[in-house]
């Protein structure tokens, strides 16, 4: 699926309040989880331990930390949408995060991307998304993120 480009920021205003793109299906790797462990220090039994997981968890594997699934959505975008040129896009923040679903090791996630606003900031201008991770066979999104991002021209 090719990248949905929008060539100007007028083109793109014209889709506030409204979804802008779904994204292709990535895999979600148990190696991933566990480097994310790794760098973050989360080394609880229900991401690492396949064995307890699958004995004890509700889940019936390890799941991915929220906050991975949270941290794919930069790559998810940046793979699904082409905005108009700027010499720098920066992460501004989050207004609002939920992790409303289990991402079971192995399983495929995608971003759904709405515009939720777009204002101008000294030397650029700031983009309000919704990102809705979903994950392949489940009926709830993982994730449901209000990002915020900046681009300077």
């Not at 941290?71 to 995060?97: C, E, F, H, S, W």
């Not at 399983?107 to 983009?127: A, C, H, N």
Request: net charge neutral; proline share 7%.
């Amino acid at each position: 699926m090719p990248k949905i480009a929008f060539q100007t920021i007028d083109e793109l205003r014209q889709k506030i309040g409204q979804e802008v793109a779904l994204g292709e299906w990535i895999p979600v790797t148990q190696e991933q989880i566990n480097l994310f462990a790794e760098a973050t220090g989360d080394f609880q039994w229900i991401h690492l331990d396949k064995e307890r997981a699958a004995a004890e968890s509700p889940y019936g594997t390890t799941i991915a930390h929220g906050f991975l699934t949270l941290a794919l959505i930069p790559r998810l975008m940046a793979d699904t949408l082409q905005l108009p040129p700027a010499k720098m896009t920066v992460n501004y923040g989050l207004n609002r995060v939920r992790f409303a679903a289990p991402v079971p090791s192995g399983k495929r996630v995608r971003p759904r991307i709405s515009l939720l606003g777009i204002e101008e900031v000294t030397g650029g201008l700031q983009f309000n998304w919704k990102v809705q991770i979903e994950v392949e066979g489940s009926e709830k999104p993982a994730c449901i993120a209000e990002t915020l991002s900046r681009q300077y021209v």
